[in-house]
């Protein structure tokens, strides 16, 4: 008996029903891949322009040690945005394209890095937190429907742990420091934290893309699940290092096991989205003036693969 050949796209929902991944030369719907390019792509965006609101303190950190794992962090940031920006290749996305839409205004990126890094503290606030949200939202991304996108975030992942560790570190060295430190990391969580919920974006019932994402398996949980388990997971830790989470509401439910707590200002979120937030237009010129100064090397860069391939036509090595 032969098996009854089933339609390309049959095929793509049964590797969606058996938790089997879609690789880039598999058919796929166009709803599948506008969704996935544009959520690598804003995902690509964030970790390049979240490399500059910690690059604004690598001149001016603390001691030797700090400075090296802050550059390391940074760097590794680069990287994450360069295996995402190869990713949304593997779907058919133009690179320079996507950096484009970012550079006029077009594709979003992360919220929380239109926020500024008043203090040594806040470098220690997005090791903490900001890593730590990246990698509560980042772990189920691991097992994403779509192949490349799932296995970047496997070491993405891992070097996000060593991140939000190094954030940690800084913060509690602060808060057995003087009276002074510690009030400088109080002074950053409160800051931080509400930008912080913010990541994990809008109310499910405001959420556009979740129902979708979420039945072809691309998230794994909703933004308020997510959002709850960051709470939950991250104020244990405010305590440990004896600070306080901004949150007169915050109050432990022993029977769910879960905080309740107050909500993030959903109009500053909208309004950072859009573009108004208090450093959205210094990122974006801060990235194109990056991207042009950068143009040498990228230009060499083509020149010499240019070079090689010319000399493998020829036999020449
Ligand atoms: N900021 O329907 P929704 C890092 C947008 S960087 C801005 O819920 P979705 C790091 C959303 O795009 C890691 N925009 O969307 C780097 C959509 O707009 P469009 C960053 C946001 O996709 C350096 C609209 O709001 N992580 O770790 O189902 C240093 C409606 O939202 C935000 C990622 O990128 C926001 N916070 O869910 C340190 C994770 N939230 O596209 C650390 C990957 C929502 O319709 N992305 N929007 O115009 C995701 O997991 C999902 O895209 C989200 C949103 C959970 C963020």
């Known amino acids: 008996m032969t098996a009854k050949a089933i339609s390309q796209e049959e095929r793509f929902y049964q590797l969606i029903d058996k938790e089997e991944k ?3 030369k598999d058919w796929m719907p166009e709803k599948y891949r506008n969704t996935m390019i544009r959520q690598i792509s804003q995902h690509a965006h964030s970790e390049v322009v979240g490399m500059l609101p910690e690059g604004n303190w690598i001149s001016r950190a603390p001691s030797l040690r700090r400075k090296a794992a802050l550059l390391a962090k940074i760097q590794d940031e680069a990287g994450h945005g360069l295996y995402l920006y190869s990713a949304a290749e593997t779907l058919g996305a133009d690179r320079e394209e996507l950096i484009e839409e970012l550079h006029i205004g077009k594709a979003k990126y992360s919220s929380i890095f239109n926020y500024p890094t008043l203090s040594w503290a806040d470098i220690g606030a997005i090791g903490w937190l900001v890593d730590g949200a990246a990698i509560m939202n980042q772990v189920m991304l691991c097992r994403t429907s779509y192949g490349p996108y799932s296995r970047a975030m496997v070491r993405i992942c891992k070097e996000e742990s060593f ?3 190094q954030g940690y570190d800084i913060l509690l060295t602060l808060c057995n420091g003087t009276k002074e430190q510690k009030e400088m990391a109080q002074d950053a969580l409160n800051r931080w934290w509400y930008p912080s919920l913010m990541m994990f974006g809008p109310k499910d019932d405001e959420s556009v893309h979740s129902d979708y994402s979420i039945k072809m398996k691309i998230k794994r949980f909703s933004n308020d699940e997510l959002r709850q388990r960051f709470v939950d997971a991250t104020v244990p830790q405010a305590e440990y290092l004896g600070l306080k989470v901004p949150d007169k509401n915050l109050k432990f439910n022993a029977k769910t096991e879960n905080y309740s707590f107050t909500e993030p200002d959903w109009s500053e979120f909208y309004n950072v989205i859009k573009g108004n937030g208090p450093c959205n237009k210094d990122r974006i010129k801060t990235r194109r003036e990056a991207f042009e100064n950068g143009k040498w090397v990228r230009d ?11 000399n493998n036509k020829n036999g020449k090595q």
Do not use: D, L, N
Not at 300 to 310: D, R, S, T, V
């Open 22 to 24: 879609i690789e880039p």
């Open 163 to 165: 991140h939000q560790r």
């Open 300 to 310: 060499a860069a083509i020149a010499y693969a240019e070079k090689q391939k010319q």
